[in-house]
């Protein structure tokens, strides 16, 4: 409608150029609205087809193969899974306890680490600084790390190994600092006079106001820990110490490996196991909570990458 | 070097040298005590020796490393992969994020913004997960939808030549709403008041993206870049040994750095070579870091890493 009153040649402003601009404003949103929603398909499909997969009857992807729309509807794979959950409950619950101690020690140390690093008062925080600073240019390299835990820490097959390893970052380390040092020094200053100790003004004042950097990191940190699998690979051989995301990587990979873990989870040894559906009904529980927290906890990543995206 | 101001210096700062404590062993004991340990690339590992008794080999390690040929293999899969990433990625991240800003509205921008994050929030395991149900020869969705319309199903994992795809689009996968979250936040710090002096002077949309949004984001696109290229020598292990694993078919196109590295250490045991890749790795990711912060220096200081 607005090109019936623009002329091609003109030039002059007013009404005339609105319309331009409108039309060139139209290809720019259908070009916009259409990749956007290309982009967005394509990074919720792959879990349509895992959720979709894991309701289907065995038979069929046996068959037929995975769809993206279940061929024949069930529930086989999650009943068996709600049955006999056996490892996955164990898995659970190791996940959830590394996650959960790993995040509250994680981010305490952090936070005073950070805290300390940004007083401007004290004389060494360069030189600490870069202390930390230097193990993310150069490292040892994956060997000496791995013997330094296995032979020297003698922490393989530990609970603690699953927790120790990944507890302080440099990164979160460098954001918090950042975060904290927009605190007004004055507050350490005056509560100095009152004559309160470093460490009460860290945990009564700074803490506290600290928390929107502390919302965001713990949840990089619960993340991180959650979503590990890495150490259990290389330091957990007893079953009853594999965290979910291993577990999941085991089950995967090793279908005689799943029958047994259903077998001796109270299934009964006969019975026909559906495998592929299983395996994706496992992926759905190994990662439903993180889908449901998703929505809740996404505009604090969102607040993280921009606190952090200018230096790191 | 006064000895009294020293020690005075540690009374007075006793506290916060305490607070600082358990960061210090917690880096001393997972990184710096490590790094010794690279001597291990130049010995000969046994269980009794350990570390640091062992009997050194010299270079032996690394010649074995070089003349098997797994040395150039694995440096430029990790190499030419990480390019791959960074051209990739970075370009679909500046689009998507020009796009979300100057095209959508507000709902929809939030809407695809969440559902483009969720990759970022998922492990390895489970994009493995997803690859298996993917690709599977048998049950794999792709093979379904071939055959569906009668087409040869294809054998992804028995075929290297695909896979510098499949990882490509992967990667660019999982990071695009990280990306272009970031890139949001660079393009939303743009001064409005060039739009306006754009528009005032008669520009259209594509002219004040090509001129005004897109020479906005040079300095963080080149940070980010320079940064990305220091890495360029470190593979991310989680997403090739969840996509590839033990597959020794793949490894010609996928082995990286880092996956070799892990073989040798925990299925092969061959500790010396292991370590000497690794300290191979380290030295050229030290170099390659140092490079990309000295050209980020010389560009704008203020966003050097040091």
């Known amino acids: 409608m607005s090109a019936t009153i623009t002329t091609k040649g003109n030039t002059g402003s007013g009404p005339k150029g609105a319309g331009k601009k409108q039309y060139d404003r139209l290809l720019l949103s259908i070009l916009g609205y259409v990749s956007i929603s290309l ?53 659970y619950g190791v996940t959830i306890s590394v996650t959960v101690l790993g995040t509250v020690a994680g981010l305490f140390l952090t936070a005073m680490t950070a805290y300390v690093l940004q007083r401007k008062d004290f004389k060494w925080r360069n030189k600490f600084s870069f202390f ?155 990662t439903g909570p993180i889908l449901l927290a998703y929505p809740f906890i996404q505009r604090y990543f969102v607040q993280g990458l921009t606190i952090g995206s200018v230096k790191g | 070097m006064n000895r009294r101001g020293f020690l005075g210096d540690v009374r007075k700062y006793k506290t916060l040298l305490l607070m600082l404590a358990p960061a210090v062993l917690f880096f001393l004991l997972f990184a710096y005590v490590p790094m010794a340990g690279i001597v291990l690339a130049f010995k000969q590992f046994n269980y009794n020796g350990g570390i640091f008794g062992s009997p050194w080999n010299g270079w032996d390690n690394f010649r074995f490393f070089f003349e098997s040929g797994n040395a150039w293999m694995v440096t430029r899969n990790t190499a030419l992969y990480n390019i791959a990433f960074i051209i990739v990625n970075n370009a679909l991240q500046i689009g998507a994020a020009i796009l979300l800003f100057e095209a959508v509205g507000k709902w929809f921008r939030k809407l695809t913004q969440t559902v483009m994050f969720l990759p970022y929030f998922i492990s390895w395991v489970v994009v493995g997960a997803i690859a298996y149900n993917l690709f599977n020869y048998d049950v794999g969705t792709l093979n379904s939808i071939l055959t569906a319309v009668g087409l040869e199903p294809v054998d992804v994992y028995n075929t290297p030549s695909y896979w510098p795809f499949i990882l490509v689009l992967v990667s660019a996968w999982k990071a695009l709403g990280y990306g272009s979250v970031m890139y949001l936040a660079a393009i939303t710090g743009i001064d409005t008041e060039m739009y306006e002096a754009a528009e005032i002077d008669g520009a259209n949309i594509f002219q004040r993206i090509l001129h005004i949004t897109i020479p906005n984001l040079y300095p963080t696109v080149i940070i980010l870049v320079l940064l990305a290229i220091g890495n360029i020598f470190r593979g991310d292990f989680g997403m090739f040994y969840n996509m590839v694993g033990n597959n020794g078919l793949l490894f010609s196109s996928t082995d990286v750095i880092d996956t070799f590295v892990f073989r040798s250490l925990t299925t092969s045991n061959e500790i010396g070579l292991s370590a000497a890749a690794g300290f191979y790795q380290s030295v050229l990711g030290f170099a390659t870091i140092l490079l990309a912060n000295y050209a980020v220096r010389k560009y704008d200081k203020d966003h050097a890493l040091f």
């Open chain 1, 39 to 91: 982009l967005a398909i394509l990074c919720i499909i792959p879990f349509l087809m895992i959720i979709s997969s894991s309701f289907t009857e065995e038979s069929k992807i046996v068959e037929e193969g995975f769809q993206l729309f279940p061929a024949a509807f069930s529930l086989d794979a999650y009943e068996l899974l709600f049955k006999y959950p056996g490892q996955m409950l164990t898995a």
């Open chain 1, 132 to 286: 930390f600073f230097f193990t993310t240019l150069f490292s040892g390299g994956l060997v000496p790390w791995y013997l330094m835990i296995i032979n020297y820490l003698d922490l393989k097959d530990k609970l603690l190994v699953l927790i120790l390893p990944m507890l302080l970052n440099v990164f979160y380390i460098i954001v918090m600092k950042s975060f904290m040092s927009s605190i007004p020094e004055a507050i350490t200053e005056s509560a100095k006079i009152d004559g309160a100790g470093d460490f009460r003004i860290f945990i009564q004042l700074i803490m506290p106001l600290s928390k929107p950097a502390l919302a965001t990191i713990g949840l990089f940190i619960a993340l991180g820990y959650w979503n590990d699998w890495y150490n259990a690979l290389l330091f957990i051989s007893n079953e009853n110490l594999m965290p979910l995301q291993y577990y999941l990587y085991k089950m995967l990979g090793n279908m005689d490996g799943m029958r047994r873990a259903m077998v001796s989870s109270g299934a009964v040894v006969t019975m026909n196991i559906p495998t592929e559906s299983l395996k994706m009904a496992m992926t759905i529980v190994a």
